[in-house]
């Protein structure tokens, strides 16, 4: 099946420092990538959706220059969030979804096994 | 707009008897619906889809969902609830109207399965 990685799992570091979590698509080609945010005992909030070879599209509210997200290749995209703060500790996930082929035409996401960040 | 409601926070049930997570939706169109599982500082993994034709979905480790258009819901479900159930459900939506592929997640259930 469609297999995402997700690395770093878990990630400490200090206020002011920048994180840089990233996203493989293991056996099949993501055209389109997404990131989400999880905070304790809440749902999914999308953060912005990358799609290869050109610039993420962020949802509203999210700070383009906080959270940096490249999509240079087709198995490949990070998140890299910038001068971090304590506010930014969250669990971040990402997901991917292939191109037209058939096992991709019925839609589903794949998705990373989320990443820890705590910012002290 | 596309969007996905989940009423309950939580869900209780005994080992052996059967479970069900209420989700409903709010769409436009006719609804790709999904149902994810996560578990503790996990990413989701998908257990099953409504795209079309039969009402009744099967998925992964035994759970089903049965779509009902005049009741926008479609509630997952499971006869015999294992321990190994116990985890964060999300019902979501697929919008197929302004934006393909973003996916609309509802707040999640809580799945408590106990011996």
């Known amino acids: 099946g469609a297999v995402v990685s997700q690395h770093p799992s878990w990630v400490i570091c200090k206020s002011g420092t920048s994180v840089k979590i990233e996203c493989r698509s293991l056996?099949?080609?993501?055209?389109?990538m997404f990131w989400y945010r999880q905070f304790p005992k809440q749902s999914l909030m999308l953060m912005a959706t990358?799609?290869?070879?050109?610039?993420?599209?962020?949802e509203q509210g999210v700070e383009k220059d906080k959270f940096l997200i490249n999509h240079a290749s087709l198995t490949l995209s990070t998140l890299t969030v910038t001068s971090a703060h304590p506010e930014d500790s969250s669990f971040y996930i990402c997901?991917?979804?292939?191109?037209?082929?058939?096992?991709f035409g019925t839609g589903e996401l794949f998705f990373g096994e989320g990443s820890r960040l705590t910012v002290l | 707009a596309q969007s996905v409601a989940q009423p309950e926070d939580q869900v209780n049930v005994a080992e052996g008897n059967p479970l069900t997570v209420k989700c409903t939706y709010s769409?436009?169109?006719?609804?790709?619906l999904f149902w994810y599982v996560q578990y503790p500082n996990r990413g989701l993994q998908f257990l099953l889809k409504?795209?079309?034709?039969?009402?009744l979905v099967k998925g992964s480790y035994g759970f089903e969902a049965e779509f009902n258009k005049s009741q926008t819901s479609f509630h997952l479900k499971k006869p015999s609830a294992l321990v190994s159930d116990s985890a964060l459900y999300f019902c979501?939506?697929?919008?197929?109207?302004?934006?393909?592929?973003?996916?609309?997640f509802g707040s999640g259930t809580k799945l408590n399965v106990k011996p």
């Open positions: 997901s991917a979804r292939g191109g037209t082929s058939a096992f």
């Open positions: 056996d099949f080609q993501a055209t389109t």
């Open positions: 990358s799609n290869e070879g050109s610039k993420a599209t962020y």
């Open positions: 769409v436009s169109g006719n609804p790709y």
């Open positions: 409504y795209i079309t034709g039969d009402n």
């Open positions: 979501a939506v697929r919008d197929k109207e302004n934006n393909f592929n973003k996916f609309y």
